[in-house]
């Protein structure tokens, strides 16, 4: 396929709120590499969703960015960052790309869309991620567009009786 003919990297708009969700809620239900389970998300409503990407697009510090393909959302990456000013340099990365559509660069694309408006932003200096230490997709994904392992929590995540996974900090300065 290819990506760049077809695949539109845009800032989110509120309207893309349920098709977020839903899609949100497909890759959580995959039950690997995010620390939310799909009990946690399935009662999250049109109305919630709306409500966090709204706050989301109204700080100047944060940002949400899909991939959109005929209309239709196969992808996202949000930046969040703390209002406190000793952090306020830095903030945090999530993404996800329909299962589908993965491994055709449509995350690569995004990583590198979020990469320059940070780039372009006055006060942020550190993108930050967590992921899990099993994820070699997206390690392979940070990995290539820069990012560095600063540290890693042991046993972060409890998958299940004696099933354990690291949580892998990584960061790039832009
Ligand atoms: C992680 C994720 C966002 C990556 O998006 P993607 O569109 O699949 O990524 P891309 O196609 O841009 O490929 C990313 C890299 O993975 C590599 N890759 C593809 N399949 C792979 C595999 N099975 N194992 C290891 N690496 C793989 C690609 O070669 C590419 O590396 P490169 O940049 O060096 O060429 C996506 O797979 C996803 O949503 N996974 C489920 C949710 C998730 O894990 N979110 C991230 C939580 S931290």
Redesign the pocket.
């Known amino acids: 396929m290819d990506t760049d003919q077809k695949v539109k990297i845009r800032t989110a708009h509120v309207n893309d709120s349920e098709q977020i969700l839903e899609m949100q809620k497909q890759?959580v239900a995959?039950g690997?590499?995010?620390t939310t389970v799909i009990e946690e998300l399935s009662h999250r409503t049109i109305e919630q969703q709306q409500a966090w990407v709204r706050k989301v697009l109204e700080n100047e510090r944060e940002t949400f960015i899909v991939a959109e393909i005929k209309g239709v959302i196969v992808?996202w990456i949000v930046f969040q960052s703390e209002g406190r000013k000793r952090l306020a340099h830095k903030g945090s990365i999530?993404?996800?790309?329909s299962q589908e559509?993965?491994?055709?660069?449509?995350?690569?694309?995004l990583l590198k869309a979020l990469i320059e408006w940070a780039e372009e932003h006055p006060l942020i200096e550190k993108v930050c991620?967590?992921?899990?230490s099993n994820?070699?997709?997206?390690l392979?994904?940070y990995k290539?567009?820069g990012f560095k392992e600063e540290g890693r929590k042991i046993k972060e995540f409890k998958l299940g009786d004696e099933e354990y996974i690291d949580d892998i900090l990584m960061y790039r300065f832009v």
Request: glycine fraction near 20%.
């Open positions: 890759v995959e690997e590499f995010l992808g999530g993404m996800m790309v559509f993965r491994g055709i660069g449509i995350g690569k694309q991620l967590g992921v899990f994820n070699a997709r997206a392979s994904l290539s567009m």
